[in-house]
């Protein structure tokens, strides 16, 4: 009866060393149940001072946009537009929105600088959170369908 005993608890004790090794969820692993969205209040919480730090003086302090965001610059390029839910923003993949914040806008496009030596990939994650907590839910439930069609490359 012991040895049966050592076997099941020696069974146990492999199946959490093996729980513990496996990969962090996905996104969409995370969702929450209620809402669908994917980040936590505690990112929209880390969110917020880095997106008022690093991205407030140029999208505004409540993701409104640049003033005239539709209009484009004399030489072409685009003014910073919300990141609130009311512009394009929404038609990006969550992989695509953490691409241009780190590596920037095309220069042609756009003024945005690159993020990736000034902040982290969970920075970077925590600022999607902050500016995705202000979309509306209809604006947010397009965007997961929209996320799910454009996977990563």
Partial sequence: MAAAHLAIA??????????????PPREAERRDAETGRWYTVEQVMQGAPLYVAYCASCHGGQAEGAEEWRRRLPDGRWRPPPLN??????????WQLRQQIREGSDPEHGDMPPFAD?????????VIAWFQSHWPDRIYAAWLDYDANFPAP
């Avoid at 839910?85 to 969550?94: D, I, K, N, V």
């Avoid at 000034?118 to 925590?126: N, Q, R, T």
């Fill in 10 to 23: 020696a069974i146990v004790i492999a199946g959490l060393l093996v729980a513990g090794c496996t990969e």
């Fill in 85 to 94: 839910g009311t512009a394009h923003t929404w038609h990006h993949p969550l």
């Fill in 118 to 126: 000034i902040l982290s990939a969970a920075e970077i994650d925590a």
